[in-house]
């Protein structure tokens, strides 16, 4: 997306993502547009002075099973009285839209050091790890 889109040095990405978080490919497609729609959000809007913008993506599988995915930038924050739960146009609408068609929690964090998207999946609504061929000698 950040070539795609000729970004280059004004967004930097930091990516953290456990090879255990597997989800099924009707999963994959909400959780593309997710991602994408948070990312250009912070693009966008995390520094109005126009200054490169960090990006972390997470995802790690937690012990119950559940997969946590994590979408935050270093930006400014929501606006003062900003309800995550009903303001904002259309992009934020999708997010919580498409975070409910997965079943998933999603729960926005917002300072003056940046946005958090989290978004946690139940484990019944994520693909199996499939274990590791053992190795034959």
Same mark, same amino acid.
């Given at each position: 997306?950040?070539? +795609?889109?000729?970004?280059?040095?004004?967004?930097?990405?930091?990516?953290?993502?456990?090879? =255990?978080?597997?989800?099924? @490919?009707? =999963? &994959?497609? /909400?959780?593309?547009?997710?991602? +994408?729609?948070?990312?250009?959000? &912070?693009?966008?809007? %995390?520094?109005?002075?126009?200054?490169?913008? =960090?990006?972390?993506?997470?995802?790690?599988?937690? @012990?119950?099973?559940?997969?946590?995915?994590?979408?935050?930038?270093?930006?400014?924050?929501? /606006? !003062?009285?900003? !309800? @995550?739960?009903?303001?904002?146009?259309?992009?934020?609408? #999708?997010?919580? +839209?498409?975070?409910?068609?997965?079943? &998933?929690?999603?729960?926005?964090?917002?300072?003056?050091?940046?946005? +958090?998207?989290? #978004?946690?999946? @139940? &484990?019944?609504?994520? $693909?199996?790890? =499939? /274990?590791? %061929? %053992? $190795?034959?000698?």
């Amino acid at each position: 997306m950040i070539s +795609s889109l000729s970004l280059g040095d004004s967004v930097g990405l930091v990516q953290r993502l456990s090879t =255990q978080c597997h989800v099924s @490919p009707e =999963q &994959a497609q /909400p959780l593309g547009l997710i991602l +994408s729609e948070v990312m250009m959000n &912070a693009v966008k809007y %995390a520094h109005p002075t126009g200054i490169p913008v =960090q990006i972390h993506i997470n995802c790690d599988r937690k @012990p119950d099973g559940s997969v946590m995915i994590e979408i935050g930038d270093d930006g400014v924050g929501l /606006p !003062d009285g900003f !309800d @995550p739960a009903k303001d904002g146009g259309t992009g934020f609408r #999708l997010i919580r +839209s498409l975070a409910s068609t997965l079943g &998933a929690d999603m729960k926005i964090e917002s300072g003056c050091l940046g946005l +958090s998207f989290c #978004l946690s999946m @139940p &484990a019944s609504m994520c $693909a199996p790890v =499939q /274990p590791k %061929a %053992a $190795a034959t000698h």
